[in-house]
Nanobody, 121 residues
Framework: QVQLVESGGGLVQPGGSLNLSCAAS????????MGWYRQAPGKQRELVAT???????NYRDSVKGRFTISKDNAKNTVFLQMNSLKPEDTAVYSC???????????????WGKGTLVTVSS
């Protein structure tokens, strides 16, 4: 069994900052890719940022220069530092992890439940 626990969402004014975190725990042998996705009301889920096992990162164009994804391998945790937040960043942010389970050595995808980020004055 693998669990993802997210934290760090909330209400922030435009121009403000938030730091999201997502910790993976359970039957984990190794983690491959980690990432953050978001879904705004009435819109499809979209990729925000990803980070590979060796630390290569990828961002959607609209967050480049404002958001930074990072990870702590020892704690199986991925972070998303969000600066200069805009109202259009308002969404439910979910973390995604691709990993190999220790229990059966199968590769699987896991999703967090999501954390709401609201950018409003």
């Amino acid at each position: 069994q693998v669990q993802l626990v997210e934290s760090g969402g909330g209400l922030v004014q435009p121009g403000g900052s938030l730091n999201l975190s997502c910790a993976a725990s359970g039957s984990i042998y190794t983690i491959y890719d980690m990432g953050w996705y978001r879904q705004a009301p009435g819109k499809q889920r979209e990729l925000v940022a990803t980070i590979t096992s060796i630390g290569n990162t990828n961002y959607r164009d609209s967050v480049k220069g404002r958001f930074t994804i990072s990870k702590d391998n020892a704690k199986n945790t991925v972070f998303l530092q969000m600066n200069s937040l805009k109202p259009e960043d308002t969404a439910v942010y979910s973390c995604h992890v691709e990993l190999m389970r220790y229990s059966d050595f199968e590769v699987a995808d896991y999703w967090g439940k999501g954390t709401l980020v609201t950018v409003s004055s």
